[in-house]
């Protein structure tokens, strides 16, 4: 239990992002996250569809034109769904993003759907250009070329699509057993896939994980200068406009990941990075299945459910004030997340 400070500084402005997750299952078997374990068994205790709609008006309300991250799970395993909260984020003027497994994006008219009606950016999980590291990683055998359909088709379907056509993305989990050929994945990603960005996920303990987590303790990048290095090198050839100092803290990460004392222990170890890396605090909301709003993804800070119209102001405003400050000491490992990381990967979205 965290005993909370009576008084914290008030939150910096509205908040930037909504993480509304709605479901908790996957048809994909990644062994740095356990979703796929889990079931919807307790669906009928979600947030109606109706509550959901809600939420996202009063959140149009609190903070005009932000984002809402529609996550699970793999959130199009609930199509219609998906397509219902990205074409209610659109009414209220919201933007939408979705990360995809792209599993469900295997025919035109799915890719033509999610480029008319979709999110207003979708983000295609991909490992690696190696097909063997790909589908490893991700537990399933032909994952990748699941993976890479879903792109080509998305990109076929927009350069049809002249209103509005969303980014269209691939974003990798960086491991021991990826970074080293991170040059030809770029050329795969941005050159003869042609999508608009590959984005680094840097690895963490595995997202749901109770129980050993072989995976972190195996996959901490163990040089994490020559990392850098790589990194430096795709910044000037691909012209990425890489962060220099989000840079800095991978490599201070992975430096911090290596010294954990048992790294099998994943999220339950008490070690964390050197540095405070993490700003989620100050803008993200995150929904679950049930209505409870949070800080952050991690059960370990307290969280309130979300019963009335309201409520949602309340809690970033008021009830969340006191979470703050705990949380602004927190050196989880988690805080290198692209969700919830203080800095931006490049330069340029710092502009935006």
Known sequence: MINLPLLSAPPPGPPRFLYLQTNQRCNLRC??????????????????????RELLTEYASLSPGATVVTCGGEPMLDLEEFFELARECRRLGLRCFSVVNGTKVNHQRIADRMVREGPHEITVSLNSHLEEIHDRTRGVKGSFRMAVRALRLLLRARSE????????????????????????????????????????????????????????????????????AIIERCDSKYRLGINPRWLAQVKMYFRSAARVRDPLQGWATSDGTEEHICNTYERNIMVDLFGTA??????????????????????????????????????????????VRRENATLKALTL
């Open 31 to 52: 062994q740095h996250c356990d979703f796929w374990k889990l079931n919807d068994d307790n669906k009928a205790y979600y947030l109606s569809s109706r509550r959901k």
């Open 161 to 228: 699509q002249s209103e509005q056509p969303p980014k269209i993305y691939a974003m990798a989990v960086i491991c021991e057993q990826t970074y080293r050929e991170l040059d030809a994945f770029y050329d795969f990603v941005l050159n003869d896939i042609g999508a608009d960005k590959l984005k680094l996920n840097i690895l963490q303990p595995t997202f749901g994980g109770t129980g050993p987590d072989a995976f972190f303790a195996d996959n901490v990048v163990k040089n994490p200068d020559e990392l850098g």
């Open 294 to 339: 949070r800080l952050c993804f991690s059960l370990e800070f307290p969280g309130f459910r979300l019963e009335k119209a309201g409520d949602l102001r309340r809690f970033w405003y008021q009830l969340s004030n006191p979470i703050r400050a705990t949380m602004e000491t927190c050196n989880r490992h988690c805080g290198i997340s692209h969700s």
